[in-house]
């Protein structure tokens, strides 16, 4: 509505040039059929007014004529006048009428016209004065017209049709010129006497009355003064239609100037405002040229069959990394550069906004389209990930949504910075929360924990400092590197240091990520290496940590060589402990732990913190695997608490044993079958034909786990294989028994007398 | 903790692989990555050119190579002359490249230096700000050569 007014008023002066111009034109044509129609009746007029002028002559010739044929004896001559005086009198008679009344009157081509009143003082006057001269003569005619019938017929009876038959043909005859009617023959033909002298006389009178000399109008005769007023007549009628003409020549003049003129003010202002346009459009072009390549955001309009709008920003196809073409669609675009999931979400928000159901305030917070990790490839074939948010608003076009206006914005190191500045405060909680763990905990361990982390971090290192060619290489590497991480994981998780647990855990989820890829480039080495320097941080804070707290008890840092001190009970017995039951707790699980650790003392550091690897991952997997559920125990006979030992022998001559038992639902190659197949380990075919020995021998190897989902204790495949790397390392061997539901054991037997 | 992340070290990266792919039409493959550290092999070559950073990073990327790697590329660059002085001067065009992807990546406010070329010296590595410098081993042809990044983001320690 606004809008309309708005081009009302914005056009107002051509729509008032165009309304002023039809209304004129209007007006003119209106004066002109007037005009027009005046001019028909003046013509009417003028030609009556020039017939009265032949009629009134016309009167007294016959008038005359019947006077001379009428001495003459002759009656034909007598006839044919009497009938000429009679036609031209009784028009001249209506005409003048017509002129003083207006009155249907027999036009000159003897058919019935209306003949209108006179206009002018002067022609009514001519009239009047017409009318002084022709009531007397009228007077005079009229028993002359009568009498000359009568006469006529009297003669005609008498002297030359004897004959009945005769006067009957022209009674007829007469009756048929309507001369008279069959009542008035009746009736004349009674009074035939003395009509002759009768008529002779009214004859003579006449005819003295239309040579008799009119002073009034200066005329010799009354019948010169009648045509003389007939003359002033046609003449005035004539001058009035002249006038009416000019008239009509100077409003047509009027009126085609102004229409000229009009014209002219028309043209100006459509020119002038549509120069303006023309200039406002330009300004307006320029300006949004100028808005769009200026502005740092993607912007453009998205129709509501998600065409992108024929203009859009600059930095679009930069900012999308990708060819834009005016009109083309946008949800292939966003399809080739967003999460499946988002884009599917995104489709229907589309969908949403284009609708007219809800309101667009309310659906704003729903936009799935903001901080979207896209996959962007740039000209140069690089692919890297970028964050974009994409805004959409309505555009209400005379209240119905035309379009939707998109503003896509890069807002990756906005993101980024977020995430850092995320991991930072995390990283500060995770200090405190650790450093009060600390304050808590056995401080030999913790150092000996971060002695033990360095050297695992400079093994990955150099591990990765070897330029690999082939991919096998590669990710015989990332497996080293894994297997390393596990390690660390499980001796942080002893301690209960979360931040190097969790991220060990992190690290494990995205290598394990990395080993699926279809090819293991140097690219990912990289980010391993990112990874790596991620861990260098956490133990160089936790390091510091350690160390100002070593200053803080007085104690300094060992080099991880002899301990100084020789308890009774083993430290490690109380962390496996606490860790088999934080294990067991999460996953709702019991359990009751016996350790026998006490020959730990005896064996050389390296050897001992193997065994405690490998203790903390068998322990794991006894608790994820192994020991069932309390309902499941019971069903099957067990006590609710599950059993979980561990103990060290010393078997005489350097020789050692290692065990690790639990009273789980043991190693069943049946059920490992089917779960290999189940999770595409393996082929139907292929565990079919593996034997149980060979079966169970792949629970060894890197990138095999038999837990349903993947969590912090298990499901990543590295445990078993890096436990068997580890006895490999010590020159030990395993063996493994099992019954099923009844009991797994691992036992590990190794020397610490060095074989040359 | 430098505060850089893998986008950004593969800005340098890249700049590498695209110059050999501008010139030779084949790019540059990673083979590893790792980082600085005592006892581990520091893996530089015979000439290395080095950019500095100041602004929102600071610190010095480095590019070294051997000179058959530089010998073999003025040749297919169909240089005539490729004596000590124009391998010098072609690997400091490589770390021009990266000056310029830097640039373009961290924005005008970064100030970088032009590249500074010489002979690799034995203990370079000393002279590094960032605790961990990522050490990123590239292979063109049957070459190897090294891209380090020894920067840390600004108010980082």
């Not at chain 1, 303006?276 to 808005?291: F, G, H, K, P, Y």
């Not at chain 1, 010393?650 to 189940?678: A, N, S």
């Not at chain 1, 593996?690 to 993947?710: C, K, M, W, Y």
């Amino acid at each position: 509505m606004e809008d309309k007014r708005s081009i009302f008023f914005r056009y107002r002066k051509i729509i008032f040039a165009v309304v002023l111009f039809m209304v004129a034109d209007a007006v003119v044509i209106g004066i002109n059929f007037y005009n027009t129609f005046k001019a028909d009746e003046s013509a009417v007029s003028i030609n009556l007014s020039g017939r009265q002028r032949m009629m009134s002559q016309r009167m007294t010739k016959a008038l005359l004529t019947m006077d001379r044929s009428l001495e003459a004896g002759d009656e034909e001559g007598l006839k044919i006048s009497l009938k000429e005086l009679t036609l031209t009198a009784r028009r001249f008679d209506r005409t003048l009428m017509g002129f003083r009344d207006g009155a249907m009157v027999t036009g000159g081509d003897d058919n019935p016209t209306y003949l209108t009143q006179v206009e002018t003082d002067e022609s009514r006057k001519f009239v009047a004065d017409a009318y002084e001269i022709w009531n007397p003569y009228m007077k005079l005619l009229k028993p002359l017209m009568n009498s000359d019938r009568e006469s006529f017929l009297d003669e005609a009876f008498k002297k030359k049709l004897g004959d009945p038959k005769k006067l009957e043909e022209v009674k007829n005859k007469f009756k048929a010129e309507e001369v008279f009617t069959d009542e008035e023959f009746k009736a004349k033909l009674e009074h035939v006497d003395n009509f002759p002298e009768k008529f002779q006389a009214e004859l003579k009178a006449a005819v003295a009355f239309a040579l008799e000399k009119n002073p009034t109008h200066g005329e010799p005769q009354n019948n010169r003064a009648i045509l003389k007023l007939m003359n002033a007549l046609t003449t005035d009628l004539e001058h009035v239609a002249s006038n009416r003409a000019a008239t009509l020549r100077i409003v047509l003049i009027v009126g085609i100037l102004f229409a000229l003129v009009n014209f002219g003010y028309t043209v100006v202002i459509s020119i002038r405002d549509l120069i303006r346009s023309d200039q406002e459009l330009a300004e307006a072009r320029n300006e949004t040229v100028e808005i769009l390549t200026t502005v740092r955001e993607g912007l453009f309009l998205l129709d509501k069959d998600k065409k992108i709008g024929t203009q859009f920003s600059k930095s679009l196809p930069d900012i999308l990394k990708r060819d834009i073409v005016p009109g083309a669609d946008f949800l292939p675009h966003l399809e080739a550069i967003a999460p499946r999931n988002i884009y599917e979400t995104a489709m229907d928000y589309i969908e949403l906004l284009l609708g007219d159901r809800v309101k667009e305030s309310l659906v704003t917070s729903l936009n799935p389209l903001t901080n979207v990790p896209v996959l962007v490839t740039d000209p140069r074939n690089n692919t890297q990930t970028r964050y974009l948010s994409f805004f959409f608003n309505r555009v209400v076009t005379e209240g119905r949504i035309s379009h939707l206006l998109v503003t896509v914005q890069d807002v990756t190191d906005r993101v980024v910075l977020t995430q850092q500045v995320e991991q930072a405060k995390n990283q500060a909680k995770v200090e405190v929360e650790t450093l009060l763990r600390l304050a808590s905990s056995d401080f030999d361990a913790l150092q000996h924990l971060v002695s033990s982390v360095g050297e695992s971090l400079s093994q990955i290192n150099e591990k990765m400092s070897a330029p690999n060619d082939d991919a096998r290489d590669r990710l015989h590497t990332l497996n080293y590197v894994m297997r390393i991480v596990h390690g660390i994981k499980g001796e942080a998780a002893v301690l209960g240091i979360d931040v190097l647990e969790s991220y060990a855990h992190e690290c494990e989820k995205e290598m394990v990520a990395m080993r699926e890829e279809d090819s293991f480039s140097g690219n990912q080495m990289l980010r391993v290496a990112v990874l790596l320097e991620g861990f260098y941080q956490r133990h160089s804070s936790l390091a510091q940590i350690v160390s100002r707290l070593g200053n803080a008890l007085g104690k300094t840092q060992t080099t991880g060589g002899t301990a100084e001190w020789v308890p009774q009970k083993h430290p490690f017995e109380d962390h496996i402990t606490a860790l088999a039951h934080r294990i067991a707790t999460d996953h709702g699980k019991q359990v009751e732990v016996s350790c026998q650790f006490e020959r730990f003392f005896s064996l050389p550091k390296t050897t001992e913190k193997e065994l405690q690897d490998i203790s903390i991952q068998l322990v794991r997997n006894a608790l994820t695997h192994g020991i069932e559920a309390p309902d499941k125990r019971v069903e099957r006979n067990k006590p609710r608490t599950g059993a979980l030992s561990l103990w060290c022998e010393y078997l005489g001559h350097g020789q050692y044993t290692f065990t690790v038992r639990d009273d789980g639902c043991g190693i069943v190659p049946e059920r490992l079958r089917e779960h290999f197949v189940k999770k595409q380990f393996m082929s139907v075919e292929e565990a079919s034909a593996l034997s149980d020995h060979e079966i169970a021998n792949r629970l060894f190897q890197p990138g095999v786990s038999t837990a349903e989902i993947a969590d912090q204790d298990s499901g990543h495949g590295i445990g078993l294989d890096a436990v068997l790397e580890k006895v490999k390392e010590m020159g030990g061997h395993m063996l493994v028994k099992s019954r099923p539901d009844q009991f797994t054991e691992f036992n590990i037997q190794f020397s610490t007398v060095q074989v040359h | 903790m430098n505060g850089i992340n893998e986008r950004d070290i593969h800005i340098f990266v890249d700049a590498v692989s695209n110059f050999f792919f501008h010139v030779t039409e084949e790019k540059v493959e990673i083979k590893t990555a790792y980082l600085l550290e005592n006892d581990v092999p520091s893996a530089t070559y015979d000439l290395t050119s080095y950019i500095t950073l100041s602004g929102n990073f600071t610190g010095r990327i480095y590019f070294s190579a051997p000179r058959s790697m530089l010998t073999h590329l003025l040749l297919i660059m169909g240089e005539q002359v490729r004596d000590n002085d124009r391998l010098l001067d072609t690997v400091g065009e490589i770390a021009n490249t990266i000056s310029g992807n830097a640039r373009k990546h961290f924005g005008e406010t970064m100030e970088i230096s032009v590249p500074i070329s010489q002979e690799t010296e034995p203990d370079w590595l000393k002279t590094v700000v960032s605790p961990h410098s990522y050490i990123i081993l590239v292979k063109w042809k049957q070459y190897r050569a090294s891209v380090v990044v020894d920067i840390q983001r600004a108010g980082q320690t």
